[in-house]
């Protein structure tokens, strides 16, 4: 019974460790959290920070929402893309410029759309599976939408970050 109870106590005290050394590695990588320390974070932010400093606001703003749109193609999970780009997004748009609530808009339409078009969103290839519905011709047949949708988007954010949407 005390060698069982033993076991199964180092059992789980494995799983736990193990369960915790990715948040400890992604705490290791990303940083602390003080803009003073250096990090993986903080040089992203600052090299991409530097290069769109030049920018006008409302281009950086149009530039979140491109590249929130292009990132979903690879990662359709609308939180799990929350969580990737949002920690980078929220000071990029304070060293940029822009009102922190259109770079939250800029992911909202960036995610929302483009999941009417990428093939990597199992949730439309399941819909034009049942459909019996090719992707190809699921393309031809939406790209007008969403080259509306994406001009839009563009009018949306731009609109904005001019009036201050907050």
């Known amino acids: 019974m005390f060698i069982s109870s033993t076991t199964a106590e180092v059992y789980q005290e494995e799983q736990t460790n193990r369960w915790q050394m990715p948040d400890t590695l992604v705490l290791l990588i990303l940083g602390?959290?003080?803009?003073?320390?250096?990090s993986v974070l903080n040089t992203l932010l600052d090299s991409v920070g530097g290069a769109i400093s030049g920018m006008p606001e409302v281009a950086s703003a149009w530039f979140m929402y491109l590249f929130q749109s292009v990132f979903n193609f690879f990662v359709t999970s609308g939180s799990g893309q929350a969580a990737l780009t949002m920690p980078l997004m929220a000071p990029l748009a304070d060293i940029a410029g822009v009102i922190r609530q259109v770079a939250v808009l800029a992911f909202q339409l960036g995610d929302g759309f483009t999941n009417i078009l990428v093939p990597t969103s199992a949730s439309l290839m399941a819909t034009l599976g049942v459909c019996r519905i090719d992707w190809g011709d699921w393309a031809k047949f939406c790209w007008r939408l969403i080259?509306?949708?994406?001009?839009?988007?563009?009018?949306?954010?731009?609109?904005?970050?001019?009036f201050g949407f907050s």
């Open 32 to 38: 602390g959290g003080k803009s003073g320390d250096p």
């Open 147 to 162: 080259v509306l949708l994406f001009v839009l988007s563009s009018v949306i954010v731009i609109g904005a970050q001019v």
